[in-house]
């Protein structure tokens, strides 16, 4: 009795502490709850917020302009050199692909047509000047002095022909002389009197020297002569070609000895001003021409740059893109830019594409 009363004690005494464990744990066990609730609070308050962020960027998103990529090219102005006589090619200084500057020698051209003429030209010029020299200086001494001595000859002829018509007179009124000898001698005194006249005038312009209008034919002549020998040095210049700008020999036409036609191009020379062609549509038009620059992409450079807006033209009807008529819109053309380089790009060449990201309606 003693031990079963000392057991169901024991029994009695251990279930409260089982029950005051199980206390124990219900008490710990809220906290673990709680942060788990904040926990999840906090990971739908972040996932909506995300969600929101989405629309709000989707919404951004659709409402911006589309951009597409527009191909541009870099293109240089082509210098042709050519010459105004026909020749043959006597020497080639350069190359292709070399770099020149102003005034270089290119080429030496040979023409012996144009030579002809210049010592035509030259001779022409000499023979003018020296009547020109004869005109101002007017005639010599010697050729005064021997005019007057005809004159003086031909003076004596007329009195002694003038003297034997009065003599043949007398003797034709005496009816010594018929009337036929009588003409003759009055014919022999008029013919002496105005040869005397002629041998005088002739005298005197020797003396009174080259009229004003004989100078000025004169001074006319040499005029024709330089303007004719200019002209022929003009020619000879043609015949050496030098570089009329920088830049860089694009294509040589023609090898040594050949011939070359007047006005055919002879070298070929990129001129150091580069620029890019850029074709854009009429509705990217409105996002382009108020910019003053445009950032492009060298794709062979791998380098990203400026480029400033020159011009801005039209193209031809050919350049109609596409036609919207049908849906109620209107034919899209295309506008041709011009783009400068706001910097210098060393490596930069013709032929190059650059990249440059439009935005259109």
Known sequence: MNDQSHQSSNNNTAAPHVDSASTSDNTVQPPDSDKKSVLKKILIILLILLILALIAFGLWKSYQPETVSIQG???????????????????????????????????????????????????????????????????????????????????????????????????????????????????????????????????????????????????????????????????????????????????????????????????????????????????QYAKVYQQKTLQGFIPALNKTARFNIRSIDAEGEFATLKTTRQTGGYDIRSFKLHLVPAQQIPDLKVGMSVIFNVAQE
């Open 73 to 283: 090219r870099v293109e240089a102005d082509t210098l042709h050199v050519s010459t105004k006589v026909p020749s043959r090619i006597e020497e080639i200084y350069v190359k292709e692909g070399q770099h020149i500057q102003q005034g270089q020698l290119l080429i030496k051209l040979s023409s012996p047509e144009v030579n002809a003429k210049k010592q035509q030209a030259q001779a022409a010029l000499q023979s003018a000047l020296a009547l020109q020299s004869t005109a101002d200086r007017g005639s010599q001494q010697e050729n005064i002095e021997s005019l007057y001595a005809n004159w003086q000859a031909v003076k004596a002829q007329a009195a002694l022909a003038s003297t034997t018509y009065r003599r043949g007179e007398n003797l034709y009124q005496q009816g010594v002389i018929s009337r036929q000898r009588r003409d003759e001698m009055h014919a022999a005194s008029l013919s002496a009197s105005q040869m005397t006249e002629a041998a005088y005038q002739q005298y005197a312009r020797a003396k009174r020297g080259s009229t004003p209008e004989q100078k000025s034919s004169a001074d006319a002549q040499v005029e024709i002569a330089k303007a004719a020998l200019a002209e022929a040095n003009a020619l000879d210049a043609e015949t050496i070609l030098h570089a009329p700008v920088n830049g860089t020999i694009s294509k040589i036409y023609g090898e040594k000895s050949e011939l070359v036609a007047l006005g055919v191009p002879i070298i070929s020379i990129l001129q150091q001003d580069q620029w890019v062609s850029l074709n854009i549509r009429e509705d």
